[in-house]
């Protein structure tokens, strides 16, 4: 189980996480087991108007959990559109999409953490 910071003027989180790159291509799937991190896609390029879903293999996720995403750093702010779907146990996948009018070659940075949840 992760460790929170709970101190008042804190942030509240996993107070120890992960980094990853992807290997070969933005649909490379990646492992990182930490309830957050930050996952550097490969810098492969993404015409214009087209998405990539790759897989986070993740021991700390469970099926009920949420997973926060952000565009943390690297590559063009506000150039593409982000998305978690099929969050399983062990499991959940991401897609990107460039919404840029170009094709963009770039490495950006992915920041996420995994918020505990429960279906009772």
Known sequence: ???????????????????VTQATSKATGVTINAASG???MNNAALADAAEVTFTVTNSEVAATDVIVLNHGSGGTAGAYWLCVSTVAAG????????????????????NFV???????
Do not use: C, D, R, Y
């Open 91 to 110: 499991s959940f996948k991401i897609s990107v999409g460039n919404l840029s009018g170009s094709s963009k070659s770039e490495a950006i940075v992915l």
């Open 114 to 120: 995994a918020l505990k949840g429960a279906s009772s």
């Open 38 to 40: 930050q996952i550097t």
């Open 1 to 19: 189980m992760s460790q929170f910071e709970t101190s008042a003027g804190k942030l509240i989180g996993p107070t120890t996480g992960g980094t």
